[in-house]
Nanobody, 115 residues
Framework: QVYLVESGGGLVQPGGSLRLSCAAS????????MSWFRQAPGKQRELVAT????????NYADSVKGRFTISRENRKKTLYLQMNSLKPEDTAVYYC????????WGQGTQVTVSS
């Protein structure tokens, strides 16, 4: 009944940019701290970035700080991740969820950074 749909991934060269989107259903989006996660092959899912309900406070993993920007549009129930200066180590499937992981996981969107 509640679900998330991630989109915007693709294949880019090192140094390139992508903008990911996460469209949410239900009524909890606007009152939830939201996060982006990623999972590379053979690795556990890791937290990438977090944003509070009003969008005024953000936090980032050290590995992406200064390169990624998380944002949201609550009227559209949509979460975004602007990724710049991409590196091969950013290659992963990217997922969104509430910070408490209250939604079921979506399919994610594949980001591949390669020459």
């Amino acid at each position: 009944q509640v679900y998330l749909v991630e989109s915007g991934g693709g294949l880019v060269q090192p140094g390139g940019s992508l903008r990911l989107s996460c469209a949410a259903s239900g009524s909890i989006f606007g009152v939830s701290t939201m996060s982006w996660f990623r999972q590379a092959p053979g690795k556990q899912r890791e937290l990438v970035a977090t944003i509070t309900p009003g969008g005024f406070t953000t936090n980032y993993a050290d590995s992406v700080k200064g390169r990624f920007t998380i944002s949201r549009e609550n009227r559209k129930k949509t979460l975004y991740l602007q990724m710049n200066s991409l590196k091969p180590e950013d290659t992963a499937v990217y997922y969104c969820n509430t910070h408490a992981r209250e939604y079921s996981w979506g399919q994610g969107t594949q980001v591949t950074v390669s020459s």
